[in-house]
């Protein structure tokens, strides 16, 4: 008996394991999370063209957002690495908007409805704005030990800037992060 109990148990693992259920570790979910993180990631060291929010890439992000021609390109860029994996979710321009109550998992200091994970996106409260004025990819997973996350983020420079000269690598302190959204949550 003990060993048809053990031999069950060891069928329903292997079940589990090949066929998850949910949006839980080993989930589909996982695998587009990193073939989002590649794509964007392909993107790194795209610069403008002459400081003008311009260059042929970001062209592109701006088109996929449906901005004009020479608007910052933060969200364009998240935007435009979503429709790369024909994500329907935000289409915009507007870094705001792309933290709608349906898809924002965390807001500092007030709630946290999942854990951040990579391909997610971050939004930074910018006051000269007063508001959530940049946003990027959290690039690492959320419990890493440390006050820091890596991201990577369009229209951003080595200082950080929400209006920079290119897409950078960036490592943030999670207490600069006012909210975070997944889209990839909510497929």
Not at 1 to 25: E, H, Y
Not at 122 to 133: E, Q, V
Request: glycine fraction near 10%.
């Amino acid at each position: 008996m003990a060993t048809n109990r053990n031999i069950l148990f060891s069928l329903f693992c292997i079940i589990l394991c090949a066929c998850p259920i949910g949006k839980g570790i080993g989930s589909n979910t996982d695998s587009l999370r990193l073939e989002i993180q590649k794509t964007y990631r392909a993107e790194a060291g795209v610069r403008e063209a002459t400081g003008r929010n311009d260059g042929p890439r970001i062209l592109e992000y701006q088109k996929a957002a449906k901005i004009p021609a020479g608007s910052p390109y933060c969200a364009a860029g998240i935007t435009w690495t979503f429709k790369q994996h024909n994500i329907k979710t935000v289409v915009s321009g507007f870094s705001p908007n792309w933290f709608p109550d349906t898809i924002t998992i965390y807001e500092k200091g007030k709630y946290m409805k999942q854990t951040p994970d990579i391909a997610d996106v971050l939004g930074l409260y910018i006051p000269a704005k007063g508001r959530i004025g940049h946003v990027g990819f959290i690039d690492q997973n959320w419990d890493n030990g440390t006050p820091f996350i890596a991201s990577f983020e369009f229209n951003t420079n080595g200082a950080g800037s929400d209006d920079g000269d290119g897409n950078h690598f960036k490592r943030r302190l999670k207490s600069q992060i006012r909210k975070v959204s997944s889209p990839l949550s909510y497929l």
